[in-house]
């Protein structure tokens, strides 16, 4: 039994992917030719919301000279509609039940997403999931940080870990420390046969 686990959040625990990904559309429709210019801007850039907007309005201005306001214009729009929506997502199937067994086993729960930090807080405590998590842990600070925090700070061994995600990074966070990793949901990274 694993004394830690660590959940990723959207597409993990709650159903949101798609809200994320949508959300970068709904901010810049109107704008002429938005929808193929922000598919592009997301076909290269594998990063912060702010990496995609500032990637967006450099090609839309045809400038590097973008000014931060202009970025964090369409990032507060952004979490505006997103953070909304996902405080109201429905929950992956199982997700609340699995949560409630592991802490009923004494499982300490951790929750590691690259949402900022401040936006994840505000939606756990909108959910009413506090409760479950011994800590939040989302952006700037990367999944691997996260881990080997916890692995610094808990005094427990790498066997005694594990991480439950959706996403390549969820892999590579638990393949760069060596803990076991759970794939759920759409498991990019994961292969059919790994898939949990």
Same mark, same amino acid.
């Given at each position: $039994? ?5 959940? !990723?959040?959207?597409?993990? =625990?709650?159903?949101?992917? #798609? @809200?994320? %990904?949508? &959300?970068?559309?709904?901010? +810049? ?8 210019? $922000?598919? #592009? ?5 594998? &990063? ?13 201005? #045809? ?5 931060? /306001?202009?970025?964090?214009?369409? +990032? ?5 509609? +997103? ?8 929950? $992956? ?12 086993? &004494?499982?300490?729960? @951790? =929750? %590691? ?12 405590? /909108?959910? &009413? ?8 842990? *989302? ?7 996260? =881990? ?8 427990? #061994?790498?066997?005694?870990?594990? +991480?439950? *995600? !959706?996403? %390549? ?5 638990? !393949? ?12 990019? *990274? %994961?292969?059919?046969?790994? /898939? @949990?």
């Amino acid at each position: $039994m694993y004394k830690i686990i660590v959940f !990723d959040f959207d597409g993990t =625990l709650v159903d949101s992917n #798609s @809200i994320k %990904s949508d &959300g970068f559309y709904r901010v +810049v429709e109107g704008d002429i030719g938005s929808v193929e210019l $922000m598919t #592009s801007v997301l076909k290269v850039v594998n &990063g912060t919301r702010w990496d995609v907007f500032h990637t967006y309005l450099t090609k839309r201005q #045809s400038s590097t000279a973008v000014k931060s /306001r202009e970025v964090e214009i369409l +990032v507060t729009k952004y979490n505006m509609i +997103v953070d909304n929506a996902i405080v109201s997502a429905p929950e $992956m199937p199982g997700a609340i039940q699995l949560l409630d067994r592991l802490l009923l086993s &004494g499982c300490k729960l @951790i =929750l %590691s997403s690259a949402t900022p930090h401040v936006n994840l807080t505000s939606i756990i405590e /909108r959910r &009413g999931w506090k409760h479950y998590f011994e800590s939040i842990h *989302g952006a700037p600070v990367s999944k691997i940080n996260t =881990l080997e925090r916890i692995l610094a700070t808990s005094l427990v #061994s790498v066997s005694d870990l594990a +991480v439950v *995600g !959706d996403g %390549s990074d969820d892999r590579e966070s638990a !393949d760069a420390i060596g803990c076991h990793f759970f794939p759920v949901g759409e498991a990019r *990274g %994961s292969s059919d046969l790994e /898939r @949990i």
